[in-house]
């Protein structure tokens, strides 16, 4: 995740101010049954494949101007109405504090083009972008929805840098941290990080199958 401190000191962007989030006081807007079911459902399928920890990654969802995101340490297999924090334009929040990933969040659908957006850590998708500015998947079905996946270095300018990526890709890489995906909705950014996770993993075996190769002996 990315830590507010993260973001101070970032370029500005085009789009609303994006602000911190503060709590707010007076009454506590509800989730709708059927986004809260979709945050456990996709929060779940994460888990459950492995593309984040007990209590890594994060979820959002734009709704006019709000953001529904879930709260910071929240356990995403987990997730409950209590666990998802209702973020306003100017910052103020209700519920649960919402994740330290709200302001790239926040920037992202400033931006604008995505309502819903996706963070996990797919481990070989990490793995395989640790040397590289862009992850070119080697599968068809890779190629034909991801094209090319651009790797984010960690630094100040990480927050700008992720969203303006986000901008013309679907899904993107913070170099040793994990994967940012957009969609309309959260089942599109799932598929998203789950595509990127099969190709990284097809790129994985293929450069296994070769350094095997290489080190067999000469018949």
């Known amino acids: 995740m990315i830590g507010v401190k993260d973001a101070v000191g970032t370029p500005e962007v085009a789009g609303p101010a994006v602000s911190l989030p503060q709590a707010c006081e007076g009454t506590v807007n509800t989730i709708s049954p059927e986004l809260m079911g979709t945050f456990a459902e996709v929060g779940r399928d994460l888990y459950s494949l492995g593309l984040v920890s ?32 209702l973020v306003r334009p100017d910052g103020g929040h209700e519920g649960p504090p919402p994740s330290s990933d709200t302001m790239l969040h926040s920037t992202i659908y400033a931006l604008g083009g995505a309502q819903a957006v996706a963070h996990a850590h797919p481990h070989h ?29 960690q630094g100040p300018n990480q927050v700008a840098q992720v969203a303006a990526a986000l901008q013309s890709r679907l899904v993107v890489v913070l170099q040793g941290h994990g994967a940012y995906a957009r969609g309309q909705t959260l089942w599109e950014a799932l598929h998203w990080i789950t595509a990127l996770e099969e190709s990284a993993h097809i790129a994985w075996l293929r450069s296994q199958l070769r350094a095997a190769s290489s080190d067999a002996p000469d018949p």
């Open 125 to 153: 998708a990490i793995a395989m972008t640790f040397e590289t500015e862009r992850f070119t998947p080697p599968d068809f079905e890779g190629q034909h929805f991801l094209q090319d996946v651009p790797v984010i270095a």
């Open 54 to 85: 007990s209590h890594g990654g994060n979820l959002s969802v734009r709704v006019g101007h709000d953001m529904w995101i879930t709260g910071t340490g929240t356990m995403l297999g987990r997730l409950r109405e209590r666990h998802i924090a």
